[in-house]
């Protein structure tokens, strides 16, 4: 690019990497130099030649006042520190450069998919807007769903050698002023050269990197941030992911759903209910099968211990190895399914986990029983909404596993023992992750294991 010998222009232009797509064009106004710099791939260039370019042409007035800031530009701002300069024309703006002053107005024209509804959170009754990857169209669609004066948005940079918009939103007077100051503060203490999305951010933010258990809640629902943000916890948006992190979250919160407010209160709390009992068969049942016939066969009925005797004759490995062939067989099928393309995935895991089901109970490899206790709990797991926590009690399953082929149901009770006091321990920004059972707040059980019906003012009845 030739230059310009205008230094401001010329060392602008330098500081930007790929010089061959950035743009420099000079308007001369009143004998006088305008600049006006853009990159031309995510920038609106008929916006630029129809609302800066030709009204700077068109202008004759000699008024002592800044040429640039009789353009009709709502969004025009003028830039104080050179340090956002860059961060600006990377967000598709594009500057305007008169004298030693230099404006910004937003010309972004980025390529975005539009507004759809989430397939990883699927709702049966309510809102099926969900999040783009584009932080702007997101906080629109936040305000659209909460319409109050008390949404506020905290703006954060990230990145050395690429930026990306962060945003932290909360409602005044709702969120706890420490949840708040402790957010803000692990998010600006980010120190990474590029971020791509929301799970990163979740890595670096929390403070038990060995949990398995998340400490924030992800979702791609509008309706549910909202719905966080009424309660006083905080949401984090980050540019370019279609995922938002809302902090913190607790072992309760995870198990929860929109549609749980959706329809009445009744079939919806035992549908909450019936998500609790089976996360715990998923991860227990499995392990409580492989303690009972390998060491506590006495605490099984006479007929039913014979019955699965019967099953298990000609079968050649011990039942520990044979359950954890089989939790692994399913743990393939389940990640080759969400692998695949969309229209076979689901055909292939389904068909996949008959077939070879079929054909390893035919070759006397596992036992029929096996296969319905390992089918039944990864069915249980399905019930999870959270998939940060679908993720935990799978892995925690292999461990309850290993407890239980070892020492039986004492192995089994110390496995528990262990998850639990590691559950108490946990913290989710400073919330107890067990919270409200654990401390016990009893006057916070409302709407937790049970949802408790509306009043007619439009709360929850007390």
Not at 122 to 129: K, P
Not at 156 to 172: C, E
Not at 235 to 247: E, K, N, R, T
Not at 327 to 336: F, G, N, S
Request: proline share 5%.
């Amino acid at each position: 690019m030739k230059e310009t010998n205008y230094p401001l222009v010329d060392n602008l232009v330098k500081m930007i990497e790929g010089n061959d797509k950035v743009t420099v064009k000079s308007v001369t106004v009143q004998n006088k130099p305008i600049y006006i710099i853009y990159i031309k791939t995510i920038a609106d260039v008929d916006h630029i030649r129809e609302f800066i370019i030709k009204p700077l042409i068109d202008m004759k007035s000699k008024s002592k006042q800044s040429i640039v800031e009789n353009l009709p530009l709502n969004d025009l701002a003028k830039i104080e520190q050179s340090d956002q300069i860059m961060k600006k024309i990377f967000n598709g703006f594009t500057l305007i450069i008169e004298d030693a002053d230099i404006y910004a107005v937003n010309t972004s024209k980025f390529s975005l998919r539009s507004v759809q509804e989430p397939v990883t959170e699927v709702t049966l009754r309510g809102a099926r807007d969900g999040f783009i990857e584009s932080l702007e169209k997101n906080t629109s669609l936040l305000r659209m769903h909460l319409r109050t004066n008390d949404l506020t948005f905290q703006e954060f940079t990230i990145g050395q050698k690429a930026f990306t918009n962060v945003s932290v939103a909360y409602l005044k007077g709702a969120a706890n002023p420490e949840l708040l100051k402790e957010v803000v503060k692990r998010v600006g203490k980010i120190d990474t050269d590029y971020l791509p999305d929301g799970g990163i951010v979740e890595q670096l933010i929390e403070k038990n990197s060995n949990s398995l258990f998340p400490e924030v809640h992800e979702t791609e629902r509008p309706t549910k941030v909202s719905n966080a943000l009424i309660e006083g916890r905080v949401a984090i948006f980050i540019d370019g992911s279609p995922s938002v992190l809302i902090a913190p979250a607790t072992l309760n919160s995870l198990f929860h759903s929109t549609d749980d407010y959706n329809f009445k209160w009744i079939p919806a709390s035992f549908i909450r209910l019936l998500r609790y009992f089976a996360a715990f068969v998923s991860v227990m049942l499995p392990a409580m099968y492989i303690a009972l016939i390998s060491y506590h066969q006495g605490l099984i009925p006479t007929d039913l211990a014979f019955s699965i005797a019967k099953t298990r004759e000609g079968v050649p490995i011990p039942s520990f190895m044979e359950a954890i062939l089989m939790e692994i067989t399913i743990e393939v099928l389940r990640e080759a399914g969400v692998r695949l393309p969309k229209p076979i995935g689901p055909a292939v895991s389904i068909v996949g986990a008959i077939v070879l089901g079929e054909a390893a109970v035919t070759a006397g490899i596992v036992s029929p029983l096996m296969v319905i206790v390992v089918a039944f709990a990864a069915i249980c797991s399905f019930t999870v909404a959270d998939y940060g926590l679908s993720l935990a009690l799978r892995t925690i399953r292999f461990f309850m596993l290993l407890s239980a082929a070892f020492l039986g149901i004492f192995g089994l009770l110390l496995a528990l023992f262990i998850v639990s006091i590691h559950l108490i321990r946990l913290k989710s920004f400073s919330i107890p992750y067990l919270e409200p059972f654990a401390p016990y707040f009893h006057k916070r059980w409302k709407d937790s294991l049970i949802r408790y019906k509306f009043s007619k003012r439009g709360g929850q009845s007390e």
